[in-house]
């Protein structure tokens, strides 16, 4: 469970980063105004922020390491600016209150992946040392985008996947994997674009202190991708029989073990997450310890009653090689937290436990630490024995720990506003604005904006009546200011302002609708700052598309906006395109297969010769049918060329010897 956009907590955690961009421009130790950035890390430790708004009637800024503070607006310059802390080098979430809305930041980059609240994120350097999550001049490992059809599901689901900085270099090599999970409303992401675990892991290989893994990133709500049920409540889950452990079990870990290269025993599986991941890591693992030997808690606890396990502690502890706990003790589920590391100890269950007291309880900066101390353990037993020596004691009850309960999820996750809500061709969209004068809903391709009605309760709405199929950006415009759909996980990963993206799952390339197929896979190249998607059937994959960004694209762009992959897969499925490699990057036109770069036939397409994204699909469709369908008509001349002339070789070699 993932409780940390809540205002009902004196601190809020929410952090992100896109991965694959550098922070390096986003922090600066500057003179204000000298750059677009709305952050300035002074040298005294403290952060100014500053925010344009002059629409604006009052601002506030809400930083994980200070709480929310009002921000006084210059009259000169016309920014809203306030200065906080000191705090401690790490990467704390923000965003701004506007007029009672939170946005983020227009002027960062990076941003939280999210089912729901919207926040950017702040990076305040250590000046004379690293942190584990640094981005450093050290190999990296890349990070790959899937898509598997989930018969648990029934419907496609998605994961992502850190090979290390060896996997492409020795072919011949097998790995342990790590299944890390986030917690409740965490997209897939969250791992990655905020826990950092790939550089974290990076930073350690090159420093020599882990072992060589895969780390595989399930997306830990996949009944976010089903219909809504019709109260439009949040769709909970139990452990143990649930869609989620189910689809794990007998959907992801089989992909993963036929598409990968990995060791496929229980010593070389280990399981773990933050907060509601955490729950699901435990629960999973401690009923499948025949597939699991390395469990990982972070923030979190699970189920006292799992059948076979706690009431047979030398028969646990003799197949768990390491079972480890972290939480903080200003966490607010400490209490639930420490009665089950209580419960383990009473029945004998062998642990590792931290706890931490200066990393604000429920937070990101604490699952980056707990990660960076459980990486350097697993598939490392002589580690984990001394580790265990080493491990803290349970800390004795005091009576005023906070319980978690009913009452308090209720609390922490009141009814969702639905948003965007697709019906029989139709679309709405809502927003909760109570104070605001007017809302209009902004739709890329549309110059006009439409105006949005408010209920009672305070919550706007517009329906859209022709219900389109594509992807398209839009926005609010609460009172002149552009806002986010908070309720809508989909966000255009765009440099500067992000928009939310209506991605109606009726599109013509839509994963939820495309069935049982296969599909090929996004790869993010972390060293040559490449993105390539590498078909199903790389081996016979005929020539190479280069897609060009956009000015305000990112390396993301051409596949979350553009839906590349996803065109991709379907033209191949239905045979309409073969197979091809597809590329993002500054112009280099190697394309990769089997770790080796090969020279290909490359087409381009520049996303700028284009006013949307729709355009951008069509014409990239276009192309693909095209291209790989003539590159292939030319190269099975090409081999039935050959095939003659072999033959004829052959003839004159016979007639010779003879």
């Known amino acids: 469970m993932t409780f940390t956009f809540i205002h009902q907590l004196r601190r809020k955690s929410v952090a992100a980063t896109t991965a694959f961009l550098l922070s390096a421009g986003i922090q600066l130790y500057a003179q204000p105004y000298a750059t677009p950035s709305s952050t300035v890390c002074n040298a005294d430790g403290t952060v100014t922020f500053y925010y344009k708004n002059d629409n604006a009637k009052k601002v506030e800024v809400d930083v994980q390491f200070a709480g929310k503070h009002a921000m006084q607006r210059d009259k000169k310059t016309g920014q809203w600016t306030v200065t906080l802390g000191p705090a401690a080098p790490d990467m704390y979430p923000y965003h701004f209150e506007v007029d009672g809305v939170s946005i983020m930041d227009p002027l960062c980059e990076q941003y939280f992946p999210n089912e729901g609240f919207k926040n950017s994120l702040l990076e305040i350097p250590a000046p004379n040392s690293s942190l584990p999550h640094d981005i450093r001049n050290v190999p990296h490992g890349t990070v790959e985008y899937i898509h598997y059809y989930s018969k648990s599901l029934g419907a496609t689901n998605n994961a992502i996947v850190y090979l290390p900085p060896s996997y492409t270099a020795d072919v011949d090599k097998h790995y342990p994997v790590f299944y890390l999970i986030s917690g409740t409303t965490d997209t897939e992401e969250v791992y990655y674009k905020v826990g950092r675990m790939n550089y974290i892991l990076d930073n350690l290989l090159a420093d020599s202190c882990a072992k060589e893994m895969i780390i595989v990133l399930p997306y830990g709500n996949p009944y976010k991708l089903l219909p809504p049920n019709k109260s439009g409540e949040m769709n909970m889950m139990g452990f143990g029989n649930d869609v989620f452990s189910n689809d794990l079990i007998n959907d992801l870990m089989p992909y993963i073990e036929r598409t990968y290269r990995t060791i496929n025993d229980r010593e070389s599986r280990a399981i773990g997450g933050f907060s509601r991941g955490g729950n699901q890591g435990l629960s999973n693992g401690l009923r499948n310890l025949d597939k699991f030997s390395y469990l990982c808690s972070y923030s979190s606890f699970t189920s006292t009653d799992i059948p076979k396990v706690y009431e047979n502690a030398a028969d646990t502890n003799s197949k768990i090689k390491l079972f480890w706990l972290g939480i903080g003790t200003d966490d607010f589920l400490y209490g639930t937290g420490r009665d089950y590391m209580e419960f383990l100890d009473k029945n004998g269950i062998k642990t590792v436990k931290e706890f931490t007291t200066d990393k604000y309880g429920h937070t990101w900066m604490n699952a980056k630490y707990f990660l960076d101390h459980t990486l350097r353990l697993l ?38 506003i639905i948003s965007p809500e697709f019906g029989n061709g139709t679309i709405t969209f809502r927003f909760k604005a109570p104070d605001a004068k007017k809302v209009q809903l902004e739709r890329e391709g549309n110059t006009e904006l439409m105006a949005m009605e ?35 996980m989909y966000l255009s990963p765009d440099k500067g302002f992000k928009y939310s993206l209506c991605n109606n799952p009726y599109n013509n390339y839509s994963f939820t609708t495309m069935g049982n197929i296969p599909h090929g896979r996004v790869c993010y190249d972390l060293n040559r700052k490449k993105a390539t998607y590498i078909p199903i059937m790389s081996d016979i994959a005929g020539c190479t598309i280069q897609l060009i960004p956009g000015p305000d694209d990112t390396l993301e762009s051409w596949f979350k906006d553009g839906g590349a992959d996803a065109i991709a897969d379907k033209l191949i499925a239905v045979g309409k395109a073969k197979p091809c490699f597809i590329t993002v990057d500054g112009g280099d036109t190697k394309a990769t297969r089997s770790g080796s770069d090969i020279r290909q036939q490359v087409f381009t397409l520049n996303a700028s010769d284009y006013s949307t994204w729709q355009e951008r699909r069509e014409a990239l469709e276009q192309l ?11 190269d099975n001349n090409k081999k039935r060329g050959n095939d003659k002339k072999s033959i004829f070789q052959e003839k004159v070699k016979q007639r010779n010897n003879h």
């Open 379 to 416: 598939f490392y037993p002589d580690g984990v024995q001394q580790a265990l020596r080493h491990s803290m004691p349970t800390p004795a009850a005091t009576g005023k720990e906070e319980a978690f309960t009913p009452s308090v999820m209720a609390r922490l996750f009141p009814r969702p």
């Open 454 to 488: 408010k209920d009672d309760e305070g919550i706007w709405s517009v329906t859209l009546k022709d219900g389109r199929n594509d992807i398209f950006k839009y926005c609010f415009v609460m009172d002149g200011t552009k806002v986010a759909d908070p309720n809508n």
């Open 624 to 634: 693909l049918i095209e291209k790989t369908n003539q590159v292939s008509l030319i």
